[in-house]
Structures are given as C-alpha cells and as structure tokens.
C-alpha cells in the first residue's frame, strides 16, 4: 500500500525537470560555501508544488516532518506549504502544534523561499494574536543561524500589515551590522512596508540608523522613494561596519 508520504515524493518525481533544477540551483546558491550548498533541486515549480501540497493537505505531521528533513528543496517546500495549511485551517490547539514544530525545526527552514512563504503566515500571526510569545523572535533574531534570523524579522510582516511598527523596528535595530546580504534585503524590504503605511516612522529610523545600514538595505527600504529623496540617502556616509 502506497502511503500518503511516499506518494508525495513520487507525485514531485513526476514533475521533475532537468532544466529547471539546473536554473534553480544557481538562482538558489547551491554551490560550495553559498548560503545553498548542498541543496537539491528536482526542478519543480512553487505553483505545481502546491498543487501537490494540496493533494495531501492531511497529511499527517510526522510525514510533514519527514518532508521537512529531506535534502531535496521541493520537497521541503512542500512541507512548509503543508505547514501554512494545516496553521491557517486549524483551531487553536492545532495552531499552538504548528507554531512549536515549526520552532524545533527553524534549522530545516533553510532557505528564503521557505522563510518567506511561511514565517509571517505561522509565527507572525501566531505571536500577532499571543503577544506574549513575541521575545521568541527576537531571540531568533540574534542567533548564529542566517534562516532564524531571517525568520526572526520576516515574522514580523504580519505585525507591519496590521500597523504595528515596534517589534520590526527593534529586530532590524538588532540586524543593523548583520553581514548577510540576504538579511539586509529582508531587513530592507520591511522596512519599506512600514513606509508604504507610515512613511514618518520609517524616515525616523532612517535618522538614527541610516548611516549604520548597510546599502543593501537602504536601497531596498526606499525604492519606492522620489527619485532625489532616494539618491540623498544613499549619499549619506557610511559608518564602517
């Protein structure tokens, strides 16, 4: 009898494609000593592996574990995307199940596509409605560990779109000296969102931090700008990180 679990990976199999797995190597930085390495990919796209997602969307969270642990990318993803339904659709007690597997397992999150796609959607909503909780993700935020700290300040989306600032800010005051890329880009890009809803706040960072961030994610946080508002910024010196 085929289970649940082994149907998955077969069903990603089928879809698998050379071509596309070369391409999504490279654009996910698989090589040696990349924030990738040793990532495999079967070539599969986000939208086909959600159709699988949702084939076996009861599927049961120890195969969803055994998804997360796999050294194949869409089959983690797959897995996380399992994650989000299972949060979104489940009553408080299957929430509270969610939020803590996905905290055990933040090391198998190992990539930005997996942050990106699940952080806000578990944790930021989760830590949205129990406030109290919300010292997890600033502890995340200093850790040694790129994905937990990307986590840390993606989390915070959720609490952005509601309109509240404080717990963004404080993380990416946290994440100022990072030396990741892909965290300036996050930082940047959330810091953008508090702009689009509260442009005062945003520069207000700006004029304590601005001169600590770095180009990264300033250009990123004011993209959107006019275009000499956004060139005065990035003439700003740079205090050496």
Known sequence: MITGLVAVKKDLRKLANS????????FFKTGKGEYGEGDVFLGVTVPQTRSVAKRYKD?????????????????RLCAILLLVHNYQMGDARKKKEVV???????????NWDLVDLS????????????????????K???????????????STFEFIRNNYFKDSLKIAEILLRDEHDLIHKAVGWMLREIGKRDLRTEENFFKKHASQMSRTA????????????????????STPR
Do not use: M
């Open 19 to 26: 071509q596309k797995a070369k391409l999504l190597s490279g």
């Open 100 to 110: 803590g597997f996905y905290l055990r397992n933040t090391t198998r999150i190992n």
């Open 119 to 138: 952080a806000h959607k578990i944790l930021g909503d989760y830590f949205w409605k129990n406030k109290a909780g919300r010292r997890t993700l600033h």
């Open 218 to 237: 300033l250009r990123y946080a004011i993209e959107k700008f006019p275009d000499r508002k956004r060139k005065s910024y990035l003439a700003l010196p």
């Open 140 to 154: 995340l935020a200093g850790s040694k560990n790129i994905w937990e700290r990307r986590i840390a300040i993606i």
């Open 59 to 75: 599927l049961p969270l120890r195969d969803v574990e055994n998804l997360l642990k796999s050294k194949i990318h869409e089959e």
